[in-house]
């Protein structure tokens, strides 16, 4: 089995910082291939926020562009995501992605983490 754990969600005020982070965890895990974040804010679908591949590129959305950061550890199976800047439209149920390849023939798949919740409010 395959796990997706994050941590560091919470509550902080406009302006303020905040890290997730997220980290893939099981025996049958072969390679990471992709790994990023997406967000749903009650009562909007879940949009993407970033992404970084294998290779390394970041992609973001651009209502965080210039504010968030992502970065992933490959040796800790991790990605990361850094907040700063943020804005009461940021609140929302935070869930990382991840593409894996697996291990004995078992192919790709994607998973998801449970989310975490990240509120702005002052």
């Known amino acids: 089995q395959v796990q997706l754990v994050e941590s560091g969600g919470g509550l902080v005020q406009p302006g303020g910082s905040l890290r997730l982070s997220c980290a893939a965890s099981?025996?049958?895990?072969?390679?990471?291939?992709?790994m990023g974040w997406y967000r749903q804010a009650p009562g909007k679908e879940r949009e993407l926020v970033a992404t970084i591949p294998n290779s390394g590129s970041t992609n973001y959305a651009e209502s965080v562009k210039g504010r968030f950061t992502i970065s992933r550890d490959n040796a800790k199976n991790t990605v990361y995501l850094q907040m700063n800047s943020l804005k009461l439209e940021d609140t929302a149920v935070y869930y990382c992605?991840?593409?894996?390849?697996?291990?004995?023939?078992?192919?790709?798949?994607?998973?998801w983490g449970q989310g975490t919740q990240v509120t702005v409010s002052s």
């Open positions: 099981g025996s049958i895990i072969s390679s990471i291939i992709y």
């Open positions: 992605n991840a593409q894996i390849r697996l291990r004995l023939g078992l192919g790709v798949k994607n998973y």
